[in-house]
């Protein structure tokens, strides 16, 4: 495995928080569909990103495809860049930044 993968596999482990469980019930919540960017297409990107962080988590190591990697790649960026933003002060509960954190598997209230 390369260095970098290895590096992706650690952040992915660390900053990806939600059991599989947790990430599937929340995906079906009308709170995980509010939120994120749609582009016009009804699905925003997170909420797609989350059913393929569900696929990920549901395979062996070995058995991760360069699309997975490269899509552990970019959560771990996405959660990486919105922790760094802080969230907002108060109801960070019930905010758009801890829902959108959650379309990409990561709750910041864990």
Not at 93 to 105: A, I, P, V, Y
């Amino acid at each position: 495995m390369m260095a970098a993968q290895d590096d992706t596999w650690s952040d992915w482990q660390e900053l990806v928080n939600m059991t599989p469980t947790e990430l599937k019930d929340w995906l079906e919540t009308e709170d995980s569909k509010s939120v994120g960017d749609t582009g016009g297409e009804g699905e925003s990107t997170g909420h797609k990103s989350g059913r393929h962080i569900l696929r990920i988590k549901d395979k062996k190591k070995a058995d991760l495809t360069e699309d997975d990697w490269s899509h552990m790649a970019k959560v771990n960026g996405y959660i990486k860049r919105h922790l760094a933003q802080g969230g907002p002060d108060e109801d960070k509960e019930t905010s758009d930044w801890r829902f959108s954190l959650m379309n990409w598997g990561h709750d910041p209230m864990k």
